[in-house]
């Protein structure tokens, strides 16, 4: 498939079902890979329910010349969404077509200005739409986020089925909302059980990348629209963020570490 000018790669970000935490991944692992150094786009595909607006915390709407709309700049990504076109009382009833198009125009009619990676945030699932848009964006790979749950329940495995069905290599699995630790004594719990993950992207045949704590911080600063990966870059949460980012680049990019 034909790339889009002045973008080099295209990560999308999928999970099976909704809820999974998906977009605070998507978005930690953005500004990860920004901080490693790269210009980053973060195109929040999730029409349905938009929510790069809240998690990046930005309330403005974006500039439009003629017919090119310029992405918003904050804590050094460039970021789209459709919720920065909509009002958050007013759902988007859309028909997967209608989905389609809108992201194929985001993708190509934004203006980017040059991008090493743009993370593609999927609308949760693997329906029409989703496929549709695996099939006619060029990406680069895919991450599957997956709760310790959803993974033994198969959910995530359609994750990855639709994108092998399509040939887009998958990076791997990131289990979110793993382990809880407490915020008053810090004791780690196994609320949706922990450990299988590993395992099962290994019986998957694909890469884990990762567990990502069940974490109040987490919450409260996705919530706040200041993203841990920047507001606490130090925390043990943001350093696994970015650990997920530096083996996402190191497949993105494998000819930077050849060098
Ligand atoms: N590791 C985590 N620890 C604590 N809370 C989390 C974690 N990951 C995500 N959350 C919270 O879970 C909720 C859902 O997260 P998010 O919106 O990222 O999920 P999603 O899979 O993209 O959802 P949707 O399917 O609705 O698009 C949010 O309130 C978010 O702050």
Redesign the pocket.
């Known amino acids: 498939m034909a790339p889009i000018p002045g973008i080099k790669t295209i990560l999308a970000v999928a ?1 099976g079902k ?8 998507a978005t930690n692992i953005a500004l990860g890979l920004a901080s490693l150094g790269f210009r980053v786009g973060l195109l929040d595909a ?1 029409i349905y ?1 938009p ?1 790069a607006p809240k998690l990046m915390g930005i309330h403005e709407q974006p500039r439009i010349e003629g017919d090119r709309v310029f992405p918003i700049e904050k804590y050094g990504i460039k970021v789209m969404s459709m919720g920065f076109f909509m009002e958050e009382e007013n759902p988007v009833i859309w028909r997967g077509p209608m989905v389609v198009s809108a992201l194929m125009q985001f993708t190509r009619e934004v203006d980017w200005g040059g991008l090493d990676v743009l993370v593609l945030d999927m609308p ?1 699932g693997t329906g029409d739409a989703q496929l549709t848009m695996a099939q006619q964006t060029p990406l680069t790979g895919a991450v599957i ?1 997956s709760t310790p749950q959803d993974l033994a329940l198969i959910d995530a495995r359609k994750g990855l089925n639709m994108f092998k069905n399509v040939d887009v290599p998958i990076y791997g699995i990131v289990e ?2 793993s382990t809880f630790i407490c915020p008053h004594c810090g004791k780690p719990s196994d609320i949706f059980g922990h450990g299988g993950a590993e395992e099962d992207a290994r019986r998957l045949g694909v890469p884990f990348l990762g567990a ?5 911080d ?2 409260e600063n ?2 706040a629209g200041t993203p841990v990966v920047v507001s606490q870059p130090d925390s043990t949460h943001a350093q696994i963020y970015k650990k997920i980012a530096i083996k996402v680049a190191a497949r993105l990019f494998p000819e930077d570490d050849a060098e």
């Not at 909704?18 to 991944?25: A, H, I, P």
């Not at 990502?212 to 109040?216: E, V, W």
């Open positions: 999970s909704g809820g999974v935490g998906k977009s605070t991944c999730d329910g929510s949760p986020i979110n909302m990502i704590p069940l974490h109040m987490i919450r996705s919530d």
